[in-house]
C-alpha cells in the first residue's frame, strides 16, 4: 500500500478536488483517510452522495447520544488476551492491526483505531491452548493492510495448530482500495487454505472494474467470497439501492452474508434505520430475489452477547425488542432512532 494513494486531512482533499469543504468538519475526532480512488468514485458536487456521506466528516459526529457507545458489540469484556476476540467457542477473532485503508464514518471500532496493543505472541500461545476454537477469523483494522510478508508469517503459524481448520478474513479494502489484492496476496491466501474471505461494501457503485478484479484473483485461487454490508439511512435504505448491490454481487459470485442493523458506534446516531423499516425494506427483497442474493440481517447486541437475526426479536412497545442469544440468554434491545 502506497502513502501517495491515499488523502489524509480535509486539506489534502481541499487540494485534490480543487473544491473547499465545510470548516464544520476539520475539527472531528475521528479523522479522515480515503484512498484516492474511492474519493474518484465520488460526485462531489452532490452533498448526499451516498460514498461521500460514508466517507467524509460530518459535523453531526461530535453531537453523540447516551446511548452511543466506545464499545458497542461488547469487544472487551471478550478479549483475554491482546488481540483476541473470543465470544462463541469454537471460533476467534485476531485482530492484529489498528489500520484500515479508509476511516468509514459509522465505523464500531474507533476506539481500536486510535491505537492497538494487539500481542502475537500471547495471541498465538492462546489459539494454541484453547483447542476448542476450530475457526480463526482476522478482523481489526482491516487485515488486509497487513503486508504480504507478515500474513504469511502469521498464516503459517497458525496452519501448523491442528485444531484449526478454517480461516477467516473480514475486509473492506477490495471495495475501497482493489489494487492491494494482488495475484501474490491471493496466492499466500490459498496457501492457508481452507479460507474465506467476507467483503465489506455497501452500494452498488462500490462494484466497479477494480473491485471486479480483485475478486477474480480471489476466486482463481479457490477463495470462499462472501459479503457483509451495514444498513445506514441515505445510502443503502431503499429497496432498489439494496437489490442491485445484492443483485451484483451474485453476479460476479459473491455471497451477500450479513446486512447489519448499525451498531451504538459513538457519533454515528444520523446513519440509524429503525428495526422495523428494515424488516420492512428485507421482506420486500424477498418478493423480488432469489434466496441466494439475500443476507442474513442481524444485530450485533451490545454488551457483547453475539449476532442476533432481526426476525427473531419480538416487538415489546415503545422501541423495545426481546430474543434470545446464541447462549439462549434473554436479550433486551432498546431501537434508537
Not at 472531528?28 to 460514498?51: C, E
Not at 497458525?158 to 494482488?182: G, Q
Not at 452498488?204 to 470462499?224: C, D, H, W, Y
Not at 451474485?250 to 444520523?270: E, Q, R, W
Request: net charge positive; hydrophobic share 35%; with cysteine.
Amino acid at each position: 500500500m502506497q502513502k501517495s494513494d491515499f488523502i489524509f486531512s480535509i486539506e489534502e482533499l481541499e487540494k485534490y478536488l480543487k473544491i473547499p469543504l465545510s470548516s464544520e468538519i476539520k475539527d472531528v475526532h475521528f479523522k479522515l483517510l480515503i484512498p484516492k480512488y474511492y474519493v474518484d468514485l465520488i460526485d462531489w458536487h452532490d452533498p448526499k452522495d451516498p460514498l461521500r456521506l460514508m466517507v467524509l466528516p460530518d459535523a453531526r459526529e461530535k453531537n453523540t447520544r447516551k446511548y452511543e457507545l466506545a464499545d458497542p458489540i461488547g469487544d472487551i469484556t471478550h478479549s483475554p488476551v491482546p488481540g483476541i476476540i473470543h465470544r462463541h467457542a469454537n471460533r476467534a477473532l485476531l485482530n492484529l492491526t489498528s489500520s484500515c485503508a479508509v476511516h468509514c464514518r459509522f465505523c464500531f471500532r474507533k476506539n481500536l483505531l486510535e491505537s492497538s496493543a494487539a500481542d502475537l505472541q500471547k495471541s498465538l500461545a492462546y489459539l494454541k491452548q484453547h483447542t476448542e476454537i476450530w475457526e480463526v477469523i482476522f478482523s481489526g483494522g482491516d487485515p488486509f493492510t497487513l503486508t504480504d510478508t507478515f500474513l504469511e508469517k502469521i498464516l503459517n503459524e497458525l496452519r501448523k495448530i491442528p485444531h484449526i481448520k478454517v480461516i477467516r478474513f473480514h475486509t473492506r479494502t477490495p471495495a475501497v482500495y482493489p489494487k492491494r489484492v494482488t495475484s501474490q496476496l491471493a496466492q499466500i491466501l490459498r496457501k492457508a487454505a481452507p479460507v474465506t474471505v467476507v467483503l465489506h461494501i455497501n452500494h452498488p457503485r462500490e462494484i466497479t472494474e477494480g473491485f471486479r478484479r480483485s475478486v477474480q484473483k480471489m476466486q482463481k485461487a479457490n477463495l470462499m467470497l462472501l459479503s457483509q454490508t451495514v444498513l445506514m439511512r441515505d445510502v443503502n435504505d431503499d429497496v432498489e439501492t439494496l437489490k442491485n448491490l445484492f443483485q451484483g454481487l451474485v453476479k460476479i459470485g459473491v455471497k451477500p452474508y450479513y446486512l447489519h442493523h448499525l451498531d451504538y458506534a459513538i457519533g454515528t446516531h444520523y446513519f440509524r434505520v429503525s428495526v422495523e423499516k428494515g424488516k420492512r425494506l428485507v421482506q420486500s427483497l424477498r418478493d423480488t430475489l432469489s434466496g441466494t442474493c439475500i443476507p442474513e440481517y442481524v444485530i450485533d447486541t451490545p454488551g457483547g452477547h453475539g449476532k442476533i437475526p432481526v426476525f427473531w426479536f419480538q416487538n415489546c412497545g415503545k422501541g423495545k425488542y426481546t430474543a434470545k442469544n446464541f447462549q439462549n440468554k434473554k436479550i433486551l434491545y432498546f431501537d434508537e432512532v
